[in-house]
T-cell receptor
């Protein structure tokens, strides 16, 4: 099993839709989790950290489910500008090196 | 904001050449990383450094070496470039290992080896 797995998509949604991505991780001792956004031919940029109690930043909500070992990203009221690849990042237990998922592609259309 | 600067956006090199990719960060971060990113394979760690002159191998170090003579600069060296090293190379830095603050990436160097 890969350490961090994401559905590559693409998720193709209309503007205004709500869309959610999951990311599963294999190391139950993992402590730190992030979501990054990467636009086409650009570098990844930090979107948000994922906290144990869940956290929200505007239209974006991140959740952590330790029992099932996944994190999620919910985007409400999708905008055309949300079109990008979303990478989940996990720092495995016993390590301090991040493991990146391969990303989920989101396409928001008019 | 932390800025991570990679010296070249695009590079074309010939097979067998020695190639230097430079990365500089301006926020006194201890840790710096080199990744390559290929379609379908995601980001793969080549090397990282947690202090000046310190380096650790990542997942795919073969064919690469690194140098960190100063805290702000981390160089990736392709000793003898090969076509399978054609890729996007991304440098990143972080304040601390296992960070809660995330990683900041440079804008990448797209290397083509012909």
């Amino acid at each position: 099993r890969k350490e961090v797995e994401q559905d590559p998509g693409p998720f193709n949604v209309p503007e205004g839709a709500t869309v959610a991505f999951n990311c599963t991780y294999s190391n139950s001792a993992s402590q730190s989790f992030f979501w990054y956004r990467q636009d086409c031919r650009k570098e990844p940029k930090l979107l948000m950290s994922v906290y144990s109690s869940g956290n929200e930043d505007g239209r974006f909500t991140a959740q952590l489910n330790r029992a099932s070992q996944y994190i999620s990203l919910l985007i409400r009221d999708s905008k055309l500008s949300d079109s990008a690849t979303y990478l989940c990042v996990v720092i495995p237990g016993g390590s301090y090196i991040p493991t990146f998922g391969r990303g989920t592609s989101l396409i928001v259309h008019p | 904001d932390v800025k991570v600067t990679q010296s070249s956006r695009y590079l074309v090199k010939r097979t067998g050449e020695k190639v230097f990719l430079e990365c500089v960060q301006d926020m006194d971060h201890e840790n710096m990383f080199w990744y390559r990113q290929d379609p379908g394979l995601g980001l793969r760690l080549i090397y990282f450094s947690y202090d000046v002159k310190m380096k650790e191998k990542g997942d795919i170090p073969e064919g690469y070496s690194v140098s960190r003579e100063k805290k702000e600069r981390f160089s990736l060296i392709l000793e003898s470039a090969s076509t399978n090293q054609t890729s996007m190379y991304l440098c990143a830095s972080s304040l601390d290992l296992g960070t809660t603050y995330g990683y900041t990436f440079g804008s990448g160097t797209r290397l083509t080896v012909v």
